[in-house]
């Protein structure tokens, strides 16, 4: 039997909250186990909660009121260091994406999104990819084009990391890209956190939002 992804939303509309609370009770791996209208009530939450009961998945708006959701992406980490953030939100302002990815967050969703599309993003995070809104992942790429001299990119990563990033960049877990390269899980492990390490990186969004950057990544049009 599967282990129940557990899950919190921090979101003032509790019209919005009753959608998404109705489309999780329908998954049977998964659980809202707490709903928070502030990021304040959330971090307090969090910080009195039991280890065995902190939540695994984070949904997270960025206008609160209060506490907004920038600020609470770079404080949850410190009570909830294991759990996976999602921006669930209806900016799509430039400054809040990057800072968002660039802060750590494992995804970033639009309101606009199918109760389909964010459950699929939660599963995906959850098994360690990175789930962006189509929207947003193409904005993501087009705003990140400035490139370093071919010369420094080879320095910076191997051809195999290079592969790697590619692959994690197609929305591939690790167990995945161990496959499609015919090579052992916990090889990717080490070339993923190599990545991490030459780039400066959290996670897979924030590695492949500076891949693209830095020109390692191309766009396909």
């Known amino acids: ?17 009753e959608i998404v609370e109705m489309a999780l009770s329908r998954q049977d791996d998964m659980q809202l186990t707490d709903q928070f209208g502030t990021a304040e009530r959330a971090l307090q ?9 902190m939540p695994d998945v984070i949904l997270l708006d960025l206008n609160l009121p209060g506490m907004g959701g920038l600020e609470a992406l770079e404080q949850i980490p410190k009570v909830a260091p294991d759990a996976k953030i999602i921006i669930l939100t209806q900016s799509d302002q430039e400054d809040d994406v990057l800072n968002a990815i660039m802060l750590g967050a ?3 969703l639009l309101k606009s999104s199918t109760v389909g ?3 699929e993003g939660i599963k995906l995070v959850k ?3 990175a789930s ?8 993501v790429i087009d705003s990140l ?4 001299p071919h010369h420094e990119l080879e320095q910076m990563l191997s051809e195999r990391e290079i592969q790697v990033l590619e692959l994690l960049a197609d929305g591939l877990v690790k167990k995945q890209i161990a496959l499609k390269l015919g090579i052992g899980v916990t ?25 693209f950057k830095l020109g390692i990544l191309q766009v396909n049009d």
């Open 132 to 139: 962006l809104d189509s929207r947003i992942a193409r904005f």
């Open 106 to 108: 494992s995804g970033y």
């Open 127 to 129: 098994q360690g990819g």
């Open 187 to 211: 090889t990717v492990v080490s070339h993923v956190a190599h990545i991490y390490d030459k780039l400066e990186a959290s996670n897979a969004p924030s590695a492949i939002s500076k891949g």
């Open 1 to 17: 039997m599967k282990k129940s992804t557990n899950i919190i939303m921090v979101e003032d509309h509790p019209e919005y909250r």
């Open 117 to 119: 599309q964010i459950v």
């Open 45 to 53: 939450h969090l910080q009195i909660g039991r280890l065995d009961a």
């Open 145 to 148: 084009k400035t490139k370093l």
